[in-house]
């Protein structure tokens, strides 16, 4: 016999939601941004690796920059190109857990490969999966969040790919003190399958997203997905919202080359994402990526040894984590667009002081003092660039070309990074540090002038009012914001 509920219980029923819903979306959070975790520690760990490898493979500086580059482009590269249009199609669940798959192998690839040949190949198809995973991971949480809740569930993102970064600094130092064999590097790289077995098995607990649901037609399932995580009345308004926006010309969504009709028939998406590939560019003129690469060949070409370089590289991850939890706590209250602008410009100043540092005699001291404002680099990113630029990212991408939107970013993101990575020792040793730096100090100024001009704010609006917002303003009322 069923039985209605008394009035008197309603308020105990909908704390049981309530904390039914929280504990989906932590449980959701957890394993979805282990995605993020293996984008940290395989990015990351090669720094540390390098110094094995030039020791057991006899590697030159250009098979160094190679390797390093190999997951970047053409791995990561064709890996967010491939991704975007994937999770459109099989959804963001099915492809996070094909990443999954993918991480596996090209890290045991990575850590059995008998020659070079074999490894670059093995960091190729490992970079696919961290292409791939940097499109989809951000997307799934974005569109599986409530509003007031997104912020911080994608940033979480960013915490564990921080924590990544961490996690395969400290591995380095552990495995340098306890394997005395050129062939650490093997274990460096090898240990990160024990977290991707974890996301391929956990993605298959969760549910896609509720507008992916939408966009193919299973509205029910997108109305049930909704209610996992919020209450009834906050789903059926949000659900309301999201029917409304994949109902609009639904028909250009259909079939073949469905994102480049949308593109050609509404100029504002166009714009949209050409702003997003734009910015995602502008985040890898910082210079971070050379800081997470290139920090202990840094610090050892400066006169440190190659213990002393793994173990101050730490303090990168360690300045990583602090940077991103500060971060996360001002997207409590801070609009995102003034932490965009704060961060290109903290940026800039960090390089300035690290050109001048550079300028100093060679010693110890000038060593650290270098460490120092490489650290300031890397927490005026991670504070406030790298907690806002990707939550940004997956808000102003359209619902119909979301996947595909920040597939395109993503790729532009990617081989902007390898340019960088690859080029950076080259430049170095062509001019020196001092113009190095200064060519990154140009690029954050203008960085800064066009997020200034062309980045909108998001902050504490459903995805589908972001949306609204883009499509019906005038264009330049629908990017420029008071800061």
């Given at each position: 016999m069923s039985h209605q509920p008394q009035a008197g219980t309603a308020p105990s029923h909908t704390g049981q939601k309530k904390s039914r819903?929280?504990?989906?979306?932590?449980?959701?959070?957890?394993?979805?941004?282990?995605?993020?975790?293996?984008?940290?520690?395989?990015?990351?760990?090669?720094?540390?690796?390098?110094?094995?490898?030039?020791?057991?493979?006899?590697?030159?500086?250009?098979?160094?920059?190679?390797?390093?580059?190999?997951?970047?482009?053409?791995?990561?590269?064709?890996?967010?190109?491939l991704g975007g249009p994937l999770s459109d199609r099989i959804g963001r669940k099915l492809t996070l857990v094909a990443c999954a798959a993918v991480f596996i192998a090209g890290t045991l690839g990575c850590a059995f490969a008998p020659d070079f040949g074999t490894l670059v190949f093995a960091r190729i198809v490992l970079g696919a999966a961290v292409g791939c995973a940097s499109v989809t991971c951000p997307v799934y949480l974005a569109e599986m969040a409530p509003a007031d809740r997104r912020g911080r569930m994608v940033t979480i993102n960013q915490l564990m790919i921080v924590v990544g970064l961490f996690l395969s600094f400290?591995?380095?130092?552990?495995?340098?003190?306890?394997?005395?064999?050129?062939?650490?590097?093997?274990?460096?790289?090898?240990?990160?399958?024990?977290?991707?077995?974890?996301?391929?098995?956990?993605?298959?607990?969760?549910?896609?997203?509720?507008?992916?649901?939408?966009?193919?037609?299973?509205?029910?399932?997108?109305?049930?997905?909704l209610l996992l995580g919020r209450d009834a009345a906050t789903a059926d308004h949000e659900y309301g919202q999201i029917v409304e926006t994949v109902k609009i010309d639904a028909q250009e969504s259909r079939g073949l080359g469905a994102e480049l009709r949308i593109l050609r028939a509404h100029p504002w998406m166009r714009r949209i994402l050409l702003i997003g590939v734009v910015f995602a560019v502008a985040q890898q003129t910082t210079g971070v990526n050379v800081v997470t690469y290139y920090t202990p060949t840094?610090?050892?070409?400066?006169?440190?040894?190659?213990?002393?370089?793994?173990?101050?590289?730490?303090?990168?991850?360690?300045?990583?984590?602090?940077?991103?939890?500060?971060?996360?706590?001002?997207?409590?209250?801070?609009?995102?667009?003034?932490?965009?602008?704060?961060?290109?410009?903290?940026?800039?100043?960090?390089?300035?002081c690290l050109a001048l540092t550079?300028?100093?005699?060679?010693?110890?001291?000038?060593?650290?003092?270098?460490?120092?404002?490489?650290?300031?680099?890397?927490?005026?990113?991670?504070?406030?660039?790298?907690?806002?630029?990707?939550?940004?990212?997956?808000?102003?991408?359209?619902?119909?070309?979301?996947?595909?939107?920040?597939?395109?970013?993503?790729?532009?993101?990617?081989?902007?990074?390898?340019?960088?990575?690859f080029l950076f020792p080259i430049v170095v040793g062509a001019i020196g540090p001092i113009p190095t730096f200064a060519i990154f100090i140009v690029f954050n100024v203008v960085a800064f002038v066009f997020c200034a001009r062309y980045i909108p704010e998001t902050k504490d609006r459903t995805l589908e009012e972001v949306e609204e917002q883009l499509r019906s303003a005038e264009p330049a009322r629908s990017v420029k914001q008071t800061v």
């Open positions: 819903a929280g504990k989906f979306l932590i449980r959701l959070t957890a394993i979805a941004t282990l995605g993020g975790l293996l984008f940290g520690f395989d990015t990351g760990v090669i720094s540390g690796a390098l110094l094995y490898m030039r020791q057991d493979l006899d590697l030159s500086s250009v098979q160094e920059a190679l390797l390093v580059t190999a997951l970047l482009f053409p791995g990561a590269t064709g890996g967010a190109l400290s591995t380095n130092v552990l495995l340098d003190q306890l394997i005395h064999d050129p062939r650490a590097w093997r274990f460096m790289l090898g240990i990160a399958a024990v977290p991707a077995a974890a996301l391929f098995l956990g993605m298959f607990w969760l549910p896609d997203s509720p507008r992916w649901y939408a966009l193919k037609g299973r509205f029910e399932q997108c109305r049930q997905t840094v610090l050892a070409n400066s006169g440190l040894t190659n213990s002393a370089s793994l173990l101050a590289s730490v303090t990168v991850g360690i300045t990583l984590i602090v940077g991103t939890l500060i971060g996360i706590w001002l997207l409590g209250f801070m609009p995102r667009r003034r932490m965009v602008l704060i961060g290109f410009g903290a940026v800039a100043v960090s390089h300035v550079f300028a100093l005699p060679e010693s110890t001291v000038r060593s650290y003092l270098i460490l120092v404002f490489l650290l300031c680099v890397d927490s005026s990113m991670t504070t406030f660039l790298g907690t806002s630029s990707w939550l940004i990212l997956s808000e102003i991408s359209p619902t119909r070309i979301r996947g595909f939107a920040m597939g395109a970013s993503l790729a532009a993101l990617w081989m902007a990074n390898a340019a960088i990575s």
